[in-house]
């Protein structure tokens, strides 16, 4: 029997549930199924991925949203009675999660960052307070519902030869929501989540051209900008895809700079995977330095054109 | 349109928190607020109320001392509010949020649409919308970044992981609203002196069929940090020169 | 004894404040620099009920105490003095004056589109040879037939080149000393009526200043506001008003000082360690959040006293008297903490110290404001 479930709008998600469950599916002595509406012909690879057991869910016509699938994979858990239901944290997951915890009258940590056994219950930590503080929660009913966010764990890799069992899931009841039409991210911007260097642009920049040496910056170091919400909601200057934080990308690249970057904690929580923080801020108490590794007190103006002349210089 | 219910979140101002020197959190001189993406969900409301008429309902659930935050709301174009509020009510975790205020509407509020923000300032679990329209069995569109009302008929432009759904559905439905939907108005003084004039409906715990229990348990708070040393570098040539010295020494470069 | 503001206050401050960081704070130094009077700014302040706020809901205004305009007037300040200034003569004293003289007719015609923030008002008494020395004022004005006609020059009026409606202070009878002036509604447009030029000034330059000449300018009798004779008793209660207008935008400066020296002084570093860390600057810091307190108490006090309608006058000029000079004091010392840079055009400081300077000197000097304070002590 399987214990853990993992839901995902998409393989590559899956795949890092399953490392996510796999982590913890020993702790709670039980197996680890997928419950999949992608990729219906590929549920061996699942099971090659660490899936016990693979629940398959009925295509929905192209009118039907995903969140159709909430009453079939709560009735689904009230009779197996599963441990644990992770989900991806996108805006589907989250919602799904939302309206599978309700139905089953239990708990659900919201973007949880980080998971462990304790005895035999599951033992959770989410941010709340914009990042402020760590909230640890425990269950007080089963399963327990827990949203990841995308990308906090590896894709699991297959180890051949592995068995599990394929179970078809019914059909979800008619819904009374009609998906009208669908569009693509109107701007495809590139995505700073995998950048090895992020360079983030702070309120700290006077105007929108300056962010020309950030860009020149990035560029020297093989890397991606970014920037805050500031700059991004408010000023307009950058795609809001580029905005990193804790309600926008979190990125985890070898090197961070901020330049001009406070260090809000909304935003910092979104770094925090980060191999090498460094800062430039002029403000020597700006919160960014409390979490930086290295950092230059200094006005970004006198700061940034040194700093693309040394790179030059380091390149060669 | 006839019924809109816009639900608000009284919240912690987490610009005022302050990190205690012992590296716990500092709460002792903080300021409250409407929760920031709540404002989005009463600003649509009264934005839908300008086009389409009907009334709007402001609903919270918090301890007394939220009463504040009933003026701000009702300030922000809100008709009439409903307060649940109990000194039990401190730190409700979302299933019980949602159940209180499920209950509390049925009981006496009516409703064709149910906006809420897409998460709280202080919690952001992202629950309570979807876990109330669950309890109420009406369909339930999350993120959302623009909104419009036909007659019975909704039509919602929602935020997908792939892009952008436009989905509809039929009135009574809950819909929670994302930031980018609208820019809250600031309250005139007009607005702001005539809120204590409208009717507020105060509902305790005691009128209450029964408080759900936790589902899930707060077991600790600790202020975030992160474990870095900072290396401070100067801003002259020599410095810049150790800087990216430095950086090529840790290998990220 | 309570020192709380009401939750409609509370929020209120919040509202401006968040009005003045999106609106005010981004234009304030462009229209310092170029003199300008943002009209587009009012309208915005008219939509939000901010230009009428004391003045009860069925003269147009938002039926809100005077206190809670005096804290818009501080919010504003902190942001821009001069907008703050320019709410608070059209309110504290145009709008006030007609609601507290006017009649039925008058309040409906005149003080309902100021109230609405419509129609800007301006308080026209001083002259080039009376400041102070208001008894030296020599406009006349003079019934003929139906109507007065006015006679004389007025210079230094807030709002000269840009109002719609002036409240106009003039001899009817010279020869009753101070039972002898009158006060008149002049209508921007009055036949005579001839608005100056802009003047240029040190500070508070997008606060429009100009002389207002009369010349035969003939306005309806009806126009007098109260009885002939009235008008030095209303002239003093409009000082009166406001004075504590003033003192709130002196109180919005030295926020506005306090604020930006925190952040420079901790941002600031010279041999190794941000200059707060000083003690010569972090007394300089501890000393203006001292008298801001101080500004702000006296401020509040002056107001509440109005709203609980008790004699005032005296807390008025002290209010405006100490926040005055401490709005001075500290400013100057807020450009000496910001060193070389607090000196130079575009740092809000700088802008600070010259707007701070003329609170001493107009709606009554600082002397004045003893001369009304001593001779109520001493009585």
């Known amino acids: ?316 | 349109m006839r019924e809109i219910v816009a639900c608000f979140k009284w919240v912690i101002d987490e610009a005022y928190i302050r990190r205690g020197s012992g590296g716990d959190l500092d709460l002792s001189a903080v300021n409250y607020k409407i929760s920031d993406y709540d404002r989005n969900a009463i600003e649509e409301a009264v934005r839908l109320k300008e086009k389409c008429g009907g009334s709007i309902t402001a609903v919270t659930v918090g301890v007394p001392e939220a009463t504040r935050g009933i003026k701000d709301a009702l300030s922000r174009g809100a008709d009439r509010a409903v307060f649940i509020a109990d000194a039990l009510f401190a730190g409700l975790e979302p299933s019980q949020t949602a159940s209180v205020l499920s209950e509390a509407i049925r009981a006496g509020t009516q409703f064709d649409l149910i906006l809420c923000g897409e998460g709280s300032s202080d919690l952001y679990a992202q629950q309570v919308g979807p876990r109330l329209a669950e309890k109420l069995g009406i369909p339930c569109i999350c993120y959302v970044q623009k909104l419009d009302v036909e007659g019975d008929l909704l039509t919602a432009e929602r935020r997908v992981e792939e892009g952008v759904e436009v989905v509809e559905a039929k009135l009574p439905a809950l819909v929670t609203v994302l930031p980018d939907i609208n820019t809250p108005r600031i309250p005139g003084v007009k607005d702001t002196l005539t809120a204590s004039k409208k009717p507020v409906v105060t509902v305790t715990a005691a009128e209450l069929k029964s408080i759900a229990e936790a589902r899930l348990k707060t077991t600790g708070i600790t202020a975030f940090r992160m474990e870095r040393s900072c290396e401070r570098f100067g801003t002259d040539d020599k410095e810049i020169t150790r800087f990216v010295g430095a950086l090529r020494k840790k290998g990220v470069i | 004894m309570d020192f709380k503001l009401t939750e409609e206050q509370e929020l209120i401050r919040r509202n401006i404040r968040e009005f003045a960081l999106k609106h005010v704070e981004p234009i304030a130094a462009e229209i310092d620099e170029n003199s300008r009077h943002p009209a587009e700014l009012f309208a915005k302040l008219a939509e939000g009920d901010w230009m009428g706020m004391p003045i009860p809901q069925q003269y147009g205004g938002a039926g809100a105490d005077y206190l809670t305009h005096i804290i818009a007037v501080e919010e504003l300040s902190r942001s821009c003095s001069s907008t703050g200034f320019t709410v608070s003569i059209h309110v504290g004293i145009a709008c006030m004056l007609l609601l507290l003289f006017g009649n039925e007719e008058q309040k409906k015609k005149y003080l309902v589109p100021m109230a609405k923030g419509k129609h800007l008002g301006a308080f026209v008494l001083t002259e080039p040879g009376a400041g102070t020395d208001v008894m030296a004022a020599t406009t006349t004005a003079v019934l003929n037939g139906n109507d007065y006609v006015l006679n004389g020059t007025k210079t230094f009026i807030s709002n000269g080149p840009i109002a719609d409606t002036y409240i106009v202070f003039a001899w009817t009878d010279k020869s009753a000393g101070r039972k002898g002036m009158s006060c008149f509604i002049v209508p921007k447009g009055s036949p005579g009526l001839k608005p100056g030029e802009h003047f240029k000034k040190m500070g508070l330059r997008s606060s429009q200043t100009s002389e207002v000449v009369f010349k035969d300018c003939r306005i309806p009798k009806e126009n007098i506001i109260g009885q002939p004779g009235q008008g030095m008793g209303i002239a003093m209660t409009g000082f009166d008003h406001g004075r504590v207008g003033i003192a709130a935008q002196c109180v919005g400066i030295l926020q506005a000082a306090l604020d930006e020296s925190v952040k420079y002084s901790k941002e600031r570093v010279q041999f190794g360690n941000p200059i707060a860390r000083n003690q010569a600057i972090a007394w300089m810091i501890a000393d203006m959040a001292t008298d801001l307190a101080a500004a702000r108490f006296l401020t509040y006090h002056a107001a509440w006293l109005k709203d609980q309608k008790q004699p005032f006058s005296k807390e008025a000029s002290m209010a405006k008297l100490f926040g005055a000079e401490a709005a001075m004091r500290h400013t100057i010392k807020a450009v000496q903490i910001h060193g070389g840079y607090g000196y130079i055009k575009g740092q809000k400081v700088e802008r600070l110290m010259r707007d701070a300077k003329i609170p001493e000197i107009y709606e009554g000097t600082s002397e004045a404001q003893r001369m009304v304070i001593s001779g109520n002590v001493l009585r």
């Open chain 1, 1 to 316: 029997m399987a214990g853990i479930w993992v839901y995902a709008d998409n393989p590559s998600l899956t795949l890092e549930l399953l490392t996510a469950a796999s982590s913890i599916a020993e702790g709670l002595k039980t197996g680890v199924a997928v419950i999949l509406s992608h990729d219906r012909d590929r549920a061996q690879d699942y099971i090659d991925c660490g899936a016990d057991e693979v629940f398959l869910l009925p295509p929905l016509s192209g009118d039907r949203s995903a969140g159709d699938y909430a009453p079939v994979i709560a009735d689904a858990a009230r009779e197996k009675k599963p441990d644990a239901i992770l989900v991806a944290g996108t805006s589907g997951g989250k919602e799904i999660a939302a309206r599978v915890a309700a139905r089953l009258d239990t708990g659900l940590c919201g973007n949880c960052i980080s998971m462990s056994v304790e005895g035999d219950s599951l033992v959770m930590d989410r941010f709340m307070y914009g990042g402020a503080a760590v909230q640890k929660v425990a269950f007080m009913a089963k399963p327990a519902l827990a949203t990841i966010p995308p990308r906090a764990y590896e894709p699991s890799r297959p180890t051949p030869g592995r068995q599990g069992k394929v179970e078809e899931l019914p059909a979800p009841p008619i819904s009374g929501i009609k998906v009208a039409g669908r569009r693509g991210r109107e701007k495809r911007t590139e995505d700073i989540s995998e950048a090895q260097v992020v360079v983030c642009a702070g309120r700290g920049f006077e105007k929108k051209e300056d962010l020309a040496m950030a860009r020149e910056i990035a560029d020297l170091l093989g890397g991606s900008v970014g920037c805050t919400r500031p700059v991004s909601e408010e000023l307009h200057w950058l795609p809001e895809e580029l905005c990193i934080g804790l309600s926008g990308i979190e990125v985890k690249p070898a090197l961070y700079l901020g330049i001009g970057v406070s260090g809000q904690i909304q935003h910092v929580t979104g770094i925090r995977d980060a191999k090498i923080v460094s800062a430039v801020n002029k403000d020597e108490n700006a919160p960014i330095f409390a979490v930086a590794d290295m950092g230059i007190v200094g006005d970004l103006y006198e700061v940034l054109p040194k700093l693309i002349s040394a790179l030059k210089k380091a390149k060669g």
